[in-house]
């Protein structure tokens, strides 16, 4: 029997043509592309489900130069966590899914919080990372980042979805005034991002609360991209270098002017040119002994 139930293709997102399913352990996935697997652990969402309509393509839109190389498959965290789960033990989900489905070693893309998440990853089970790419994110939050996601699950708590979503709004631009048009937005629409259970998403936030790997990181040893934007107040270009420097086979690639969120959604066009030469980089896996530049991974019926 499969390890993961996987549906009939779906809907193409562009030229893209869209399969989904649920990996081992019950994380959700959307798959696009052919050629070697690329496991991107999903940015914060505030459900853990696959996406639909304009949010599926919204999340899967950016990754389409990489589905002309990879299988990309974007995996979600699982639906009804336990409260008080950590970093750490959403990792070991992850890892419990790609070990058993795994022949080889594959890339690994972490955005935003799943980037913390594939850290973690990373420093557990090495032996399931070919090469690892974090993409707008850090060893841990930087004190903004911290308040803002406190914010959004202090408001959430007290029934408060506007003013829950428009404390993250400074965190997404590069200016004061951005920030103050992106909260006035969020503002707009917080009723309408909002769950009708917020359990995941307040369990998760608990988690990035309390996470912190810097003293761990010298245990990542496949090759690492750090990339970032330096105006991102969620982690801080100090907390990027920091990430950076104490990876042992890692790059920073810190873009100027650049924020959170056109980094973390690949807005910026040479983030992801980046990315994907890094990830189609041979020589990179000729340097590393050991360390295939291409894996197998088999999903299927």
Same mark, same amino acid.
């Given at each position: 029997?499969?390890?993961?139930?996987?549906?009939? /293709?779906?809907?193409?997102?562009?030229?893209?043509?869209?399969?989904? *399913?649920?990996?081992?352990?019950?994380?959700?996935? +959307?798959?696009?592309? &052919?050629?070697?697997?690329?496991?991107?652990?999903?940015?914060?969402?505030?459900?853990?489900?696959?996406?639909?309509?304009?949010?599926?393509? #919204?999340?899967? !839109?950016?990754?389409?130069?990489?589905?002309?190389?990879?299988?990309?498959?974007?995996?979600?965290?699982?639906?009804?966590?336990?409260?008080?789960?950590?970093?750490?033990?959403?990792?070991?989900?992850?890892?419990?899914?790609?070990?058993?489905?795994? @022949?080889?070693?594959? *890339?690994?893309?972490?955005?935003?919080?799943?980037?913390? =998440?594939? !850290? !973690? #990853?990373?420093?557990?089970?090495? !032996?399931?990372?070919?090469?690892?790419?974090?993409?707008?994110?850090?060893?841990?939050?930087?004190?903004?980042?911290?308040?803002? &996601? /406190?914010?959004?699950?202090?408001?959430?708590?007290?029934?408060?979805?506007?003013?829950?979503?428009?404390? @993250? *709004?400074?965190?997404?631009?590069?200016?004061?005034?951005?920030?103050?048009?992106?909260?006035?937005?969020?503002?707009?629409? %917080?009723?309408?991002?909002?769950?009708?259970?917020?359990?995941?998403?307040?369990?998760?936030?608990?988690?990035?609360?309390?996470?912190?790997?810097? *003293?761990? +990181?010298?245990?990542?040893?496949?090759?690492?991209?750090? =990339?970032?934007?330096?105006?991102?107040?969620?982690?801080?270009?100090?907390?990027?270098?920091?990430?950076?420097?104490?990876?042992?086979?890692?790059?920073?690639?810190?873009?100027?002017?650049? %924020?959170?969120?056109? =980094?973390?959604?690949?807005?910026?066009?040479?983030? +992801?040119?980046?990315?994907?030469? #890094?990830?189609?980089?041979?020589?990179?896996?000729?340097? $590393?002994?050991? $360390?295939?530049?291409?894996?197998?991974?088999?999903?299927?019926?």
């Amino acid at each position: 029997m499969s390890l993961a139930r996987l549906r009939r /293709r779906g809907p193409a997102v562009g030229p893209l043509v869209v399969r989904e *399913g649920v990996l081992d352990g019950g994380l959700p996935y +959307l798959a696009v592309g &052919q050629g070697p697997p690329l496991v991107v652990f999903s940015a914060f969402t505030s459900e853990h489900v696959n996406p639909t309509g304009v949010a599926r393509r #919204f999340y899967l !839109q950016p990754l389409a130069p990489l589905a002309h190389h990879f299988t990309v498959h974007l995996v979600n965290r699982k639906p009804g966590l336990q409260a008080g789960s950590t970093i750490k033990e959403l990792a070991g989900h992850y890892a419990k899914a790609l070990e058993r489905m795994c @022949t080889e070693p594959v *890339g690994i893309v972490g955005i935003s919080t799943g980037g913390s =998440i594939a !850290q !973690q #990853f990373a420093i557990d089970h090495p !032996q399931l990372v070919a090469r690892l790419v974090l993409v707008g994110t850090a060893c841990r939050l930087a004190p903004a980042g911290r308040r803002m &996601q /406190r914010d959004l699950a202090r408001f959430t708590v007290a029934g408060q979805p506007r003013r829950a979503w428009a404390a @993250t *709004g400074p965190g997404l631009a590069t200016t004061a005034v951005g920030g103050r048009l992106c909260a006035a937005l969020l503002w707009l629409f %917080g009723p309408s991002m909002s769950p009708k259970d917020p359990s995941d998403m307040l369990v998760v936030i608990d988690a990035e609360d309390h996470f912190d790997v810097s *003293g761990q +990181l010298h245990r990542i040893t496949a090759p690492t991209l750090v =990339i970032a934007g330096d105006r991102d107040p969620y982690y801080t270009p100090t907390l990027f270098r920091e990430t950076a420097e104490r990876i042992p086979a890692a790059r920073l690639r810190l873009y100027s002017g650049k %924020g959170h969120a056109s =980094i973390s959604t690949f807005a910026f066009k040479a983030a +992801l040119r980046e990315v994907l030469e #890094f990830l189609t980089d041979d020589e990179l896996g000729e340097r $590393r002994p050991g $360390r295939p530049a291409r894996s197998s991974w088999a999903v299927g019926p």
